[in-house]
Each structure stands twice: as C-alpha cells, then as structure tokens.
C-alpha cells in the first residue's frame, strides 16, 4: 500500500519503537528520510542508521535508536509540515523549540539541515519536524 506522507511514517515509526524499547527500527529508503537520519544522528538523538539495498532499486534504513537510563533520549518527535497543510518559514521566523533544548528539522534549497544551521547560512524553508 502507498504511503501519503513517508516522513511521518518514518517518525511514527521511530515513536512507536521507542515506546516499546526496540534498539532497532526499520523503514524504507529515500533521500528526503536519510536527511532526516542525518540530522537525527549529529544532533545526538539516534545512535545512527545503515542502508540496506535489495534488488529492483529498494532500499532500507536500519535505525539504532538511543537511550539513556532506560528513558529514550527523544521526548517528542512531531511532523509540522504535513502534505495537506505545508509549513514554510523564513530565517527571522524559524521556531525555536524549548528555547534551543531541542531542534527543528528545516528542508531548504542547501539541503536538509537543523534551524540552528538554517540561520547560520541565513535561508529559509519547509519546517519539516520538530525533536526534543
């Protein structure tokens, strides 16, 4: 069955995972998710992930997620920007979430990359997510 949004479905993954304490979560490959594990993975909120090709073009992201005392190291992972509702936003409007703790996932024409570095490099463009 077709996903209607695959980001989201990555994250509900990851969400769902934790909830249950897995180490280990799977979700199918593309370049706008790997951007995210990227971001995930500097940031410090997962311990990393490795892609896995099968035939046909299909590929796999094993994510290692991260914990700390037992306690998963992401609190809250949330899509803004859905496929219904698009949510851009310029440099001087970029959200900061609970003043600078966490990270908003920002798509912008330099690639996929974390608010801090969005105003560091002073562009803009589709809030992606928000982690904490």
Do not use: H
Request: charged share 25%.
């Amino acid at each position: 069955m077709a996903v209607s949004d695959p980001l989201g479905d990555m994250l509900t993954r990851i969400r769902n995972a934790q909830m249950r304490g897995k180490s280990v979560v799977k979700t199918p490959a593309s370049r706008l998710r790997e951007g995210v594990l990227t971001v995930l993975e500097t940031e410090g909120y997962i311990r990393g992930y490795s892609r896995t090709e099968f035939g046909n073009g299909q590929a796999e992201f094993d994510i290692e997620l991260k914990y700390f005392d037992g306690e998963p190291v992401i609190r809250t992972i949330e899509r803004v920007s859905r496929p219904g509702r698009r949510v851009y936003s310029s440099v001087k409007t970029l959200p900061q979430v609970n003043n600078g703790l966490g990270v908003s996932i920002v798509s912008t024409p330099k690639g996929v990359m974390p608010d801090w570095q969005a105003r560091e490099e002073n562009v803009g463009g589709e809030v992606l997510c928000r982690v904490f």
